[in-house]
């Protein structure tokens, strides 16, 4: 099982989480988003993954993009322990926690999406940051309702285990922190971080700990 990757990516960072949580040993394999226009973009990445983006996961003679559905592979292939709750409604509702910040928050703040207000809008760095800062709040503050709702125990965002919603969370508040997002409005989810960020399977898919970090 081979993961292409990049250390910022919070894509990626999600795919790295998922398989630490379940014990999965996986070939990391970076691509730089900014080297050279973006090694994701080259010839060889692209035969590989057309999309041109990571993270990408090579198993079996097959390579599946997209991080939501790469963990819910993860799941099928190795269903211990569970991102997902047994019932189906708990599922869904899971999902939808998940799908809040995968779709309604990430597209918006993605690189490729920064840097086309940059450099095609012409939007200075601090019009950008707002740009972030702005869909980061509208994305958190019905989360935060949600996890008032759904979190049994303040560490978790459904129920009292770690699940999907979980995993997608963690890498998009370090990116909120990075973008210096006032995070007062959202306690209950920076509690329920600060917790998930103290486990090893999250630590140890912080930005800071791959072999392809930079400062």
């Known amino acids: 099982m081979k993961l292409y990757t990049y250390f910022r990516s919070s894509a990626a960072y999600r795919v790295r989480i998922a398989l630490n949580v379940k014990g999965i040993e996986v070939q990391y394999i970076p ?23 990571v993270p990408a996961l090579e198993h079996d003679g097959r390579v599946i993009g997209q991080s939501l559905a790469i963990i819910e592979y993860l799941e099928e292939v190795n269903p211990e322990p569970p991102l997902l709750p047994a019932d189906r409604g708990e599922r869904a509702i899971v999902r939808s926690m998940a799908l809040s910040v995968a779709c309604d928050i990430h597209p918006l703040n993605n690189l490729r999406v920064l840097n086309y207000l940059k450099d095609q809008l012409v939007l200075d760095g601090e019009a950008v940051s707002r740009w972030y800062r702005h869909w980061v709040a509208e994305g958190f503050r019905g989360l935060e309702e949600m996890a008032k709702r759904s979190s049994a125990d303040r560490r978790h965002l459904y129920g009292s285990t770690v699940t999907l919603a979980d995993v997608v969370l963690v890498p998009q508040m370090y990116n909120a922190r990075r973008f210096n997002c006032n995070l007062a409005a959202y306690p209950t989810l920076v509690a329920i971080c600060e917790h998930l960020e103290s486990l090893p399977a999250f630590a140890a898919a912080r930005p800071e700990a791959q072999a392809d970090a930079e400062s």
Not at 31 to 53: C, M, S, T, V
């Open 31 to 53: 691509k730089h988003l900014i080297r050279e226009g973006g090694e994701h973009q080259l010839d060889d990445y692209l035969a590989l993954n057309p999309q041109g983006l």
